[in-house]
């Protein structure tokens, strides 16, 4: 059982380039989202799905776009890099958002630098 | 959702028990309060929840006050393992669609 995976780890990209972050899970799990974290902070919630074919903004969607086209996937893109969006991604996902159980699995997280 | 208030920073010796606090003041009564934690910029873990019943796991205890204005996280045993920054965070149930919204957290380091 993987959980959930994100590709790639590490990237490096020029200001302007755009690229997707992919995030699979498998654990047949309803609800996926997608947070950043900058350097000594704590995570944003960038977008979030409840279901294939429902995404949603988070607290800071500009420069993102997101699609659910599948159960398991939960791709983020970036349209046009920018140096503002250099940081560490994280994809989530939970069976019911959290409530019940009470927790939401993380990916590892992809780091992302544009220069 | 409700705003959740932490001390930046804790120590804690290895074998005691590390008690973290938060402030919750404008919980609203359909919100529970999640505990996570981030070992150096894995992704975060969930470590427990609860609504207004004081909570224990394999992990740790989680005590809410009678008015559910505050918590504390107690890891009884500290280790060394245990050094992480600690998120408290208040969501309604199904943390709507897996929003859950991350504060600063609390940089909890567990020193020999």
């Known amino acids: 059982n993987a959980g959930v995976t994100q590709t790639p780890k590490f990237q490096v990209l020029k200001t302007g380039q755009s690229m997707t972050l992919q995030c699979a899970q498998d654990?047949?799990?309803?609800?996926m989202s997608w947070y950043r974290q900058d350097p000594g902070m704590g995570l944003r919630l960038i977008h979030y799905?409840?279901?294939?074919?429902?995404?949603d903004q988070g607290e800071v969607p500009n420069g993102y776009n997101v699609s659910r086209s599948t159960t398991e996937d939960f791709p983020l893109r970036l349209l046009s890099a920018a140096p503002s969006q250099t940081s560490v991604y994280f994809c989530?996902?939970?069976?019911?958002?959290?409530?019940?159980?009470?927790?939401?699995?993380f990916g590892e997280g992809s780091r992302l630098t544009v220069l | 959702d409700a705003k959740t208030t932490q001390p930046t920073s804790m120590d804690c010796a290895e074998g005691r028990a590390a008690n973290l606090p938060c402030n919750h003041s404008?919980?609203?009564?359909?919100?529970?309060v999640y505990w996570y934690r981030q070992i150096h910029s894995q992704g975060p873990q969930y470590i427990i929840h609860?609504?207004?019943n004081n909570e224990t796991n394999e992990m740790a205890s989680l005590i809410i006050t009678e008015d559910r204005k505050s918590s504390t996280l107690i890891l009884p045993h500290a280790t060394l393992r245990d050094t992480a920054v600690y998120y408290c965070?208040?969501?309604?149930?199904?943390?709507?669609?897996?929003?859950?919204?991350f504060g600063q957290g609390t940089e909890l380091s567990v020193k020999p």
């Open positions: 404008t919980i609203s009564g359909n919100e529970y």
């Open positions: 654990m047949n799990h309803e609800y």
């Open positions: 609860g609504l207004k």
């Open positions: 965070i208040v969501s309604p149930r199904g943390g709507r669609g897996g929003k859950l919204i």
């Open positions: 799905s409840v279901g294939a074919g429902i995404t």
């Open positions: 989530a996902s939970s069976p019911d958002g959290g409530g019940r159980t009470g927790e939401l699995f």
